[in-house]
Each structure stands twice: as C-alpha cells, then as structure tokens.
C-alpha cells in the first residue's frame, strides 16, 4: 500500500555523444507514516511544476552540455537497497585526495559531475559552520562541568571560613543533599528547554532560536556568578539549563540537516565532542579560578561564550531545509550553496525539493499523533525503533559517566584521603586528576567517530557498553581495597571507553532510526527522558555516595550491563542504511533482532517519504 504514495524518479543525463546515463536520486528515503485509517484515499507523488528548474543555480549549474529529464524507476530499481542503487554510481569513482580540497568523487563513465555536492565529505564551509553553531553545545559544556573543581569551595568553603567581600560571600555552604539538587537543576532546565526548542524552531528558525538562546546562557551565569544564597545559585544554575536544553535539541538538529550523507556520522557525533570540549575547557581554567572569589569568575564565563556566539551566528546560514519548508526556496537555495562552498548543488536541491513536494501532497492527511506513534496505531509500526530510541537516551545518562563529571573531584579527594590543607592546595591530586578525566573523554569520542562508520553502531554499542560495566566494577574493587591508583585509573578507563560509543550514539539514534514526520514529537519526548534521567542521577549521586561508600559505583555496573544486553538483542543496525531500509527492517513491536535482521532478507522495499 505505501509503496503507490510516492514514485521514485531518476534524472537521466544526455551527454555530448548522445549516450544517455541514469543518476538515481533515491529521494524516497524515509516512509511515510500516517493514521492508520480504513478506507482512507492516499494521494500519489505530484509532479514538480513545470516551471521549476534546478538551473537557477548560478554558483554550482549543470554542465551546459547536459539536459536532465525524469521518469519513474523500474521496480527492479526500488526493490534494491539504496546502498546497492549508490553502488552502481560509486563503483568506478576515486576520492579526491588532495588535502587543501573536499574529498569528492571524481566525475565517472556514469557521468557524475565531480562537484556533486551529494557525494562531497566535509568541506571547509560546512565545518566552520557547524562549529559556529557548536558553541552552543561548547556552552553546555563548560556550564555542566563548571561546578566539578570549585564543589568542595562552594558547598564546603573548604578555602577557608566564609568571609564577605564587596556584598558577596566567598562560599555558599550547604550540604552534599542540597548541593546534588542544585547540580540536577540545571539537567532539570535542561529538560524544560528541550521541551518547547522544537516547536519554537520550527516555526521561527534554528539559527534564530540558538541565537535568542544565549540570553539564557547570559542571565543563568550572571545569576550563578552573582549569587549570595542556595536559593540564587539554584536559579542560575536552572536556566543556564533551560540553555544547554535548547541546545542540545537545536544544534544536533541543524547539524544533521546541513550535513551531506557523507559527513552524516561525524558532525552526528559532534555535539556530544563540543559537549566533552567546554567540559574539559571548564576544568582547564578551573585550576586557576577554583579559589574564592575566583570560582564566580569561572561561572560568568559562560556570558562570555554566549554574545560570542550570538555575534558569529550573524554569519551563520539559515538551515536550508528549514527554509525550503517555509517556501523560502531562493534563499534555501543560497544557503546550501554556503554549506557546499565551490559544489554542484543541483542535484542535491532537487532532492530537496521532491522530498518536500511529498510532503506537501500528503499535508491534507493531519500526521500521526504521538500516542498513536507510541501505540502503532501508524501506517508503518515503528514501536520497536522508537522503543530503541527513548532506552539509548536513557542509558546515556543512566551509565554513571555524568557523575563522573560533576563529582570527580570530591570522589577523588575521598580515595586519596586529603586532609583540609591538602585540599585548599590548588590545585590538588583530585582536581589534576579531573582535569586529565575531561580531555580523555573528548579524545575518546574523535576515535569513536571515526571507528563507527566501519564497525557499525551495534557493535560499537555493544563493546562501550560491556567495557563500561566492567571500569565500574573496577572502581568498586579498588574502592574497597582502598587502592587509589586503581581507582583513578579505572575512572580514567571507564570515561574512554563509555565517550567512544555509548556516550555518543544516542544522538545518532533518532535522525537514523526514525522517518522525518515523527522526528519532531520523539525527539523532544528522547530528549526529556534524557534530561530527567540526567536529573535522578546528578541530584542522587551524592546521596548514593553517602549511602553506599566504596560500593557507589555498583549500580552503574547493572545499568551498563543491561545497555550491553540491549546492544546484543534488541539494537538496530543503521550503518549505511538510508531511514527507510532501517524501518522496513525493525519496524514492528518490541523484538528481538539478529546481526542480520530476518526483515532484511525478504527485501522489503524503502517506503516513501512524506
């Protein structure tokens, strides 16, 4: 039945010798999903209108000698995976290798412009641009890893009795229960934040919203910066949350729709790279203004970052399948050429545009709502990968790692056994040892990332995850032998292991396992699961280390281990694969899978896209 909503087309190309070649455009990437109502009319795939002509475009045009026409693909065609139909195009090209050019194909017998701005990798334009907006996720980091160093000054005024200097109090004593709480407020902001990003972006922009987000960034370190009571500092810290929320919804978001397929698993993972980058990059100067009244300098840097930001975003193109959807096509298409600096962005916007006179054919059909995604009670099931989706967000935070994050320092003080002055010494054993924990988890994601394409996301999972259950075990064995170097050791091991892949892939999860007509709804209900979760284990990690002593990082084994079961028996494989061969193949209830799922050999044709 879905297979009839949409046709797949092929540009045919006529080259100077009369020969024609065919390009499929395998716009149908993603399946539609609709109520699943009896007896209701499916509209067909438009054509696109006469007048439209990808030719506008000035900076990257199709060859003079070529003219392009469509028609529709064999079912031969559609039936083959789209990784077999781009096999044909690629099995002849060569890589530019050249360093000072983006590796692109080079032009073939099949007659591909070597500029195609579909097959490039990373080029310099979408880099920068990517970082720009990056920041953001930078911003987040050094917000969540900003209070690591300075805990035991603030909660414990361990730099000396609380002394009051200009109206401001050199510490903000309170105990270790109201001290987690006010470190899971900002998971708490975060988790607000998340939910309205989406609606708001998608109505006034992303590059606008990330700009109107660092306002938020800007009150909550003014407010953590100038606080002289818990309750102050509490609010600050809740909305630079409400920042870091908006931002890790909005970044991954625009990076994903101005990323090309071949830079797809990289700038995937490159949010959660920004996140460990101002993490360490708080813990670098924290070594320096982790003393009183320094540690407020330390907050206003976020400030800092924000107008930065919001000053380099004026250079920032608008997403350009953001304003493709609005109707805006010419800037749409000025904003692609942006990201595809000295490429052949024909091709690529017509993708664009078909995809998007889909959608519009099926607009009269109100979308499914998200009870109904959550039920099944959808033209295609995807219970399964939606299930998948929401446990990844989840277990990312469950692992334990953002304890490691916000608490090190004092976990570290606790093993080693310093005394008051050993602490007030800055920096101490513990904080050097923070410090060393933060940039091994930033140069464990860039090895994640470049092993992921090629070992595939499940086994990637699967080995992180097994290995982070492990380093927790390790934790506890060296806790409770009171071996110190072990100890650092293992939280040095279990922060590597876990940023390479499970720390990571979460943020992969949705925009590969899910069709664009429900990525809206999960990503928002992901991302809350996400937040709040993040906010059980920052608010109860300090109560569990009370609790628990040496054994504080038994539960964390279990957790881990159960994302390592789930690695085995329930996560899909998305390497290489476009949405809708990912959803022909899980979709359904939850079930269990195989290395090779058994839907992947019935072939089952890519659904359309709506």
């Known amino acids: 039945m879905t297979a009839d909503l949409a046709d797949n087309v092929e540009t045919t190309q006529e080259t100077d010798d009369g020969a024609s070649t065919s390009i499929g455009l395998a716009i149908a990437d993603e399946p539609v999903l609709l109520p699943s109502t009896p007896g209701q009319p499916v509209p067909s795939l438009p054509t696109r209108p006469a007048n439209y002509s990808a030719s506008d475009n000035t900076a990257g045009s199709v060859p003079s000698s070529t003219s392009t026409s469509t028609r529709p693909i064999d079912n031969h065609y559609i039936d083959s995976p789209a990784s077999n139909r781009n096999s044909r195009i690629n099995s002849s090209s060569n890589l530019d290798s050249k360093k000072d050019k983006p590796a692109i194909l080079e032009g073939d017998e099949k007659g591909i412009s070597r500029t195609d701005s579909r097959y490039s990798r990373l080029n310099r334009s979408l880099l920068l641009c990517a970082i720009a907006v990056a920041l953001s996720s930078i911003n987040y980091g050094w917000v969540i890893g900003s209070v690591n160093i300075p805990a035991l000054v603030i909660e414990e005024c361990s730099d000396g009795p609380e002394t009051w200097t200009s109206g401001f109090p050199s510490c903000v004593p309170m105990s270790s229960i109201m001290w987690g709480l006010v470190v899971g407020l900002t998971p708490l902001g975060a988790w607000a934040g998340s939910m309205f990003s989406g609606v708001v972006a998608d109505r006034f922009g992303r590059k606008r919203i990330l700009i109107v987000n660092n306002a938020f960034f800007v009150a909550g370190a003014l407010l953590s910066s100038t606080s002289t009571s818990i309750v102050q500092l509490g609010v600050g810290r809740f909305v630079s949350g409400i920042g870091c929320g908006v931002a890790s919804n909005l970044v991954s978001t625009y990076n994903s729709e101005?990323?090309?397929?071949?830079?797809?698993?990289?700038?995937?993972?490159?949010?959660?790279?920004?996140?460990?980058?101002?993490?360490?990059?708080?813990?670098?100067?924290?070594?320096?203004?982790?003393?009183?009244?320094?540690?407020?300098?330390?907050?206003?840097?976020?400030?800092?970052?924000?107008?930065?930001?919001?000053?380099?975003?004026?250079?920032?193109?608008?997403?350009?399948?953001?304003?493709?959807?609005?109707?805006?096509?010419?800037?749409?298409?000025?904003?692609?050429?942006?990201?595809?600096?000295?490429?052949?962005?024909?091709?690529?916007?017509?993708?664009?545009?078909?995809?998007?006179?889909?959608?519009?054919?099926?607009?009269?059909?109100?979308?499914?709502?998200?009870?109904?995604?959550?039920?099944?009670?959808?033209?295609?099931?995807?219970?399964?990968?939606?299930?998948?989706?929401?446990?990844?967000?989840?277990?990312?935070?469950?692992?334990?790692?953002?304890?490691?994050?916000?608490?090190?320092?004092?976990?570290?003080?606790?093993?080693?056994?310093?005394?008051?002055?050993?602490?007030?010494?800055?920096?101490?054993?513990?904080?050097?040892?923070?410090?060393?924990?933060?940039?091994?988890?930033?140069?464990?994601?860039?090895?994640?990332?470049?092993?992921?394409?090629?070992?595939?996301?499940?086994?990637?999972?699967?080995?992180?995850?097994?290995?982070?259950?492990?380093?927790?075990?390790?934790?506890?064995?060296?806790?409770?032998?009171?071996?110190?170097?072990?100890?650092?050791?293992?939280?040095?091991?279990?922060?590597?292991?876990?940023?390479?892949?499970?720390?990571?892939?979460?943020?992969?999860?949705?925009?590969?396992?899910?069709?664009?007509?429900?990525?809206?709804?999960?990503?928002?209900?992901?991302?809350?699961?996400?937040?709040?979760?993040?906010?059980?284990?920052?608010?109860?990690?300090?109560?569990?280390?009370?609790?628990?002593?040496?054994?504080?990082?038994?539960?964390?084994?279990?957790?881990?281990?159960?994302?390592?079961?789930?690695?085995?028996?329930?996560?899909?494989?998305?390497?290489?694969?476009?949405?809708?061969?990912?959803?022909?193949?899980?979709?359904?209830?939850?079930?269990?899978?195989?290395?090779?799922?058994?839907?992947?050999?019935?072939?089952?044709?890519?659904?359309?896209?709506?």
């Open 258 to 610: 101005a990323a090309t397929v071949r830079s797809r698993g990289f700038l995937g993972g490159f949010q959660q790279l920004m996140i460990l980058v101002g993490l360490f990059l708080s813990q670098v100067v924290s070594i320096g203004l982790s003393a009183a009244p320094l540690w407020r300098v330390l907050f206003s840097i976020s400030a800092g970052l924000a107008i930065f930001q919001t000053l380099v975003l004026f250079f920032v193109p608008e997403s350009p399948k953001f304003l493709a959807k609005k109707g805006r096509m010419e800037e749409s298409q000025a904003a692609l050429q942006r990201l595809r600096t000295g490429l052949d962005i024909s091709l690529e916007f017509e993708d664009l545009v078909a995809v998007l006179d889909t959608r519009a054919a099926n607009a009269a059909i109100p979308p499914p709502t998200l009870w109904q995604v959550l039920t099944g009670k959808t033209e295609v099931d995807l219970r399964h990968l939606v299930f998948c989706v929401l446990f990844l967000m989840m277990s990312q935070q469950w692992s334990g790692a953002k304890g490691v994050m916000f608490y090190s320092t004092e976990i570290l003080s606790s093993t080693f056994h310093l005394t008051t002055s050993e602490k007030q010494h800055i920096p101490s054993i513990a904080q050097l040892l923070t410090l060393g924990i933060g940039a091994i988890g930033a140069v464990a994601v860039i090895v994640g990332m470049n092993i992921l394409d090629k070992a595939g996301r499940r086994t990637v999972l699967i080995v992180s995850s097994l290995s982070t259950s492990i380093c927790a075990a390790l934790i506890v064995v060296g806790s409770k032998l009171d071996l110190g170097p072990l100890v650092a050791t293992a939280m040095y091991l279990f922060n590597l292991v876990f940023q390479s892949g499970a720390g990571f892939i979460p943020y992969l999860s949705a925009s590969e396992l899910l069709p664009y007509s429900v990525l809206g709804s999960i990503s928002g209900l992901a991302a809350s699961v996400n937040c709040l979760t993040l906010f059980i284990v920052s608010f109860t990690f300090p109560i569990l280390d009370k609790a628990l002593g040496s054994y504080l990082f038994t539960p964390f084994i279990a957790t881990n281990f159960i994302t390592f079961l789930f690695g085995v028996f329930l996560m899909p494989e998305a390497k290489g694969k476009p949405v809708s061969q990912v959803v022909a193949e899980y979709q359904g209830p939850i079930h269990l899978v195989s290395a090779v799922s058994p839907r992947c050999r019935k072939k089952t044709p890519p659904l359309p896209v709506v």
